[in-house]
């Protein structure tokens, strides 16, 4: 069985940063790509930035330049630096793993329970 627990979530005011993250733990062979992903209220799911296990990231136009994703292979724990916060990136943020797990060997995506970002004064 493999869990993905996030921690990092809060209230800060714009203009201020939050550092998520998240570690996967469990039955793990191997992990393929992470990722961060955000919902608003009465909004979609949208993506928010992704990192392979080789280091090439991925964000989504609204985030380049203020938010930094990184891993750490060996802990399994992915992290989202979110600097210049505005209002609009208030969300549940959940990460997202892309991974094989013991014994079925098969390669599924798992998710955290979400952490809630506030931006707001």
């Known amino acids: 069985q493999v869990q993905l627990v996030e921690s990092g979530g809060g209230l800060v005011q714009p203009g201020g940063s939050l550092r998520l993250s998240c570690a996967a733990s469990g039955s793990i062979f191997s992990i393929n790509a992470m990722g961060w992903y955000r919902q608003a209220p009465g909004k979609q799911y949208e993506l928010v930035a992704t990192i392979t296990s080789g280091g090439s990231t991925n964000y989504a136009d609204s985030v380049k330049g203020r938010f930094t994703i990184s891993r750490d292979n060996a802990k399994n724990t992915v992290y989202l630096q979110m600097d210049s916060l505005k209002p609009e990136d208030t969300a549940v943020y959940y990460c997202?793993?892309?991974?094989?797990?013991?014994?079925?060997?098969?390669?599924?995506?798992?998710w955290g329970q979400g952490t809630q970002v506030t931006v707001s004064s």
């Open positions: 997202n793993a892309n991974l094989r797990s013991r014994p079925t060997m098969r390669r599924e995506d798992y």
